[in-house]
């Protein structure tokens, strides 16, 4: 190949702005950072080599433009030489003296340092010209400068055959394609590179253009118009080994791409291809014929599938045990650009991976089953001054063995391989165009006019991936043959000093996860149709709870709530299994058995878990509205005990009332329930912490990276994978759940026993108080308190209120059971309709006050009055009700069924009577936080989920967690006082 010369000189050109520019930065950070003790500053005038003139040089000790001496001219700006006509008689290595040539001797030696009589021509530099043919002959065999150059002329006839060389200083043997009888290329034969090509061998027509398909821009290449057509007829004449190569080198930085004229790259490669179908296949592949690159693999339909997914690799990877092998050896036959073969080299340093990492990390991503990812931004600069040749890849799976060592070839996937203008690597498998040989940085071919000049546009591999894939229900850890993908980018060149390019390097796992997904979506089918039934019995009694026998618009907005929160938990109950089943399982394993889903492959199983959040956050409202809205009212049941004597003021006349009874027990009363409205069974603060010591502190979030190790602690020089979102789900929620339900364990069976229960105290402070509580979450369905005091009054002094505690104590009195001789104080009521419309005739009657007394105007104290009756009204209509006064409007007490209590619903309608249901588990709570932990606990965990997911970050979403807890709570608190207000007539400020 010709120009090899030409393009190292290139390089060696092209670097020299670099290092110019390095020197720049050096000076300025001098400069400015380096000063002495004294603060004292040492300025200097800044000077480019570019600033000197044409007889200055500039001194790269002095970084200043320096004359150049007597009949001496800068040439690259770093140094003098002589004028022409002038010899060099002197140099110190520093300095050099110039002397001019005699008359008759005025033409200067090719080394500069002597004078010679030319015998022809001179150039304009002042040398020696020889005529074509001819080489320039200064010295003797000894050495000694001739008084007059001789140009002698290279036989090209007979049994010497030679020409001049490329330099034209000695006769070198003309190539072997040439006659043999003269080195010169005659008619109709064909020069090119430095080949005599037979004619009729190959057509002359040939494309040299490099189509940039993402730019829509095609460039005739300077290396393909010099290249192509040498190296594909010295391929298809003389079989060279080198030309084939190079060929096959064009083919790969034209992306493999076949396109209606033949007479392009991969064109004139395939027509090559073709004429060796006739000889035998190299390797036993019928893809490699003799004397060419493998560069691709048939193109039937579906063989890209046969390829992948027939024969699995003949090696096993365990990740445990004594017959561990976890190491991928990936080994790489390197061509440079001409076509010769340099190196085998070992895949796994710098050379598919371009971005700057630690060797330790680069190693990573050669350990089965550990998923890596890099990526980085690098300048064009860096590139073209790196990549001044591209280099090309056959990269090969090193399957080892002692006596025989095999290789397995890895195909690669061309993401820009073009067939006839269309993406064929992008559809499905069936029309994948399998090929082998790659490169990473070509910024050779864009180069329009010759191989020195800038490239208009580079070709850099934008991404690489190695993914696996797992022979389905394999229990010895065996793989497909890996495949490679890489899809390139076309940069226009711009400015190289800013401009850059993202380029990434990844390993990928996969399984096929049709069997999973199937098993996924048959659990949520099952549990949904389960969760249909469940709603439908929730509809039903909420319908008879609500004394509606029509099925309305309502019916169908509740169904679908009640559906929602059944279908939360249906849908948390498979994504949490499904995210523990992958986390044991391939931690666990010992031989790779299964392996984790891709990322796209996890897009259905988080729109299940957003889906989840949704349906629980519209149950999570729903209960909160209801909370907020629940018909609450304080039955008092304390009697005056005296009489009073009262003046009236009109006339000065006494009478004697009724003493009043204080209203401070029902507002204590009160206090204590607004107080409860957001008690749980769990400690907020401490259930984030917890998660948050055992995901952060302890490590255990690194268990939910993609690799198949379970340590907890990683030290920041190790490489550490992306997370697997359906493992990191599954820890999170798992360890969230597994806190609270411990949370709740201990509350209910320890803290609740030995230390404080403050429901069965509020119950407690009822009885004591002498107040019963009728709350009714629904029209006709609710609870009821009975706190009526078994002393008759508990409005006394301390004395008496210890004598009655104490004759409690020791059973001196009755039961404070709503029946005599029993202790049920808590029932769920069903109310009659007739009941529950007198309640609310009394009801509607009510209306609030605002603002103190002294501002408020007199009608506003006629409102209170009417307050007041009401008030009174309500409270004597609730106490004569539970007496038994009103025959049309009375109740029975009964125990519900045991299948009743299971489906959460009423058989008996409450017809002619109420239904007073003996409930000893304090099912009033439900009214309240404290009722509904398993919806706050599941919902706080989904959001926690959710935000993790979205933001993968532990502390953000324990911090967002926290602050969503903290929103709903006071919501509750505030508008959950006001109900309390509204509903009981209790003075908001003394609610404390």
Known sequence: MLGEEEADHTMATETLPLIITRYRFVVIILVVFFHPATSQQYLIPFKDPSDCNVDEFFDISTLSCVSCGENQRSVTGLSCICLSGFRTVTTDLTSIACEACPGDKPAITQDGFGCIRCPGSISDDGYCQCPAGHILVERDVSGNLLDEAKCEICNANGSALSVPNSSGERCERCHASFIKSSCVCNPPSILAGGLCIPA????????PSVNFAQLKLSIISAWFLKNLYSSAAACLSFSNLTACQALGNMCVMNMHSFSGSSVDACGLFNAVFRTQAAFSSTQDISYWRNNLPWLYYGDEPGLASRVLRSDPVPVSFVFRGPKKNTEIKLLAAVYNVRGEFLRWENIGGSNLQICPETPMKRSS????????QESCDLLVADLLRTHPQPLFYDVFLDLGGEESRK??????LVLNQQFNGKLINRESMINWYLSRRMFLVDVLSGREKSGSVLPKVIRVASSVKIRFQLVPHTEQGRVFPPLMTVEYKDVLITDINTQ???MSFAVEYEMDQNEARLKTDTALGV?????VLLSVLKTVSWKRRIASPVVDLRTLVMFCIFYAGDLANVFLAVTVGTGLYWLILYKAQQQASVLLPLSHQEERFVTYICCAFALKAVQFLHKLLVQLSVDVFFIDWERPRSKVTKTAAANGQQKRDLSPISIWRTYFVANEWNEIQTLRKIKPTFQIMAVLFFLEVLGFSNLALRDPWSTLQRTPQVYTPSYSLTMRYGLSATLWLCIGLLQVIFFTVFYE????????????LCSISNISVLLLPQRCFGYYIHGRSVHGHADTNMEEMNNNLKREAESRCGQRGLLPNTDTQTFQVALSCQLRSHYDRIRDS???????PRLVDPASFNASDQNIRAYHTMNHFLGSVIDHAHPDMDYIVRDKLALERIMGMEFLEPNDKSIFYNDEGHTFSDVLFYGNESTLLIFDTLFFCVVDLASQNFVLAAVLTYLQQVIFKRIRNSIGRRNLVNKTLVDDRFLI
């Not at 009729?200 to 494309?207: A, D, E, H, K, Q």
């Not at 549990?527 to 969760?531: D, E, F, I, T, V």
């Not at 026993?753 to 407690?764: C, L, S, Y």
């Not at 009510?846 to 103190?852: D, E, I, L």
């Open 527 to 531: 549990l949904g149709g389960l969760a």
């Open 407 to 412: 290789l397995m070839p890895l195909p690669l």
């Open 753 to 764: 026993h030995f230390m404080e229960d403050k429901i069965r105290q509020f119950v407690d």
């Open 500 to 502: 850059t390019v993202s």
């Open 846 to 852: 009510f209306t609030r006050r605002r603002g103190p």
């Open 365 to 372: 991503a050669f350990s089965f089953g550990t998923a890596y």
């Open 200 to 207: 009729g061998s190959l057509s002359t027509n040939v494309n």
